[in-house]
């Protein structure tokens, strides 16, 4: 297992932008984002491996930029042009590796969440 701590959540405006970050305890091969809004079941929304390959769901391709600093064992989640329906709980997910879509496979461990509200 290893232990991750987002930050960076907060409210923000429709349009507006925000950067989540997650602190890993060590280097993990496959790191992603996930979010759960309330009466949804948990989406993936975007991962990265250690190549360096990202993997977007369609609702935040082309707004959302998912990036890891592997010397400091950090993932970044730069959202832009927030939407309403952006608003969620934000977790931050690691395994052994990134499967297609936006899935993490092996033994995945999971932060806590940072809550992102994006109001009209």
């Known amino acids: 297992q290893v232990q991750l701590v987002e930050s960076g959540g907060g409210s923000v405006q429709a349009g507006g932008s925000l950067r989540l970050s997650c602190a890993a305890s060590?280097?993990?091969?496959?790191m992603g984002w996930f979010r759960q809004a309330p009466g949804k079941e948990r989406e993936g929304v975007a991962t990265?491996?250690?190549?360096?390959?990202?993997r977007y769901s369609d609702s935040v391709k082309g707004r959302f930029t998912v990036s890891k600093d592997n010397d400091k064992n950090t993932l970044y989640l730069q959202m832009n042009s927030l939407k309403l329906e952006d608003t969620a709980m934000y977790y931050c997910a690691a395994g052994l590796f990134c499967l297609p879509g936006t899935s993490i496979g092996g033994s995945t461990s999971w932060g806590q969440g940072t809550q992102v509200t994006v109001a009209s």
């Open positions: 060590r280097r993990v091969s496959c």
């Open positions: 990265v491996d250690n190549t360096g390959r990202t």
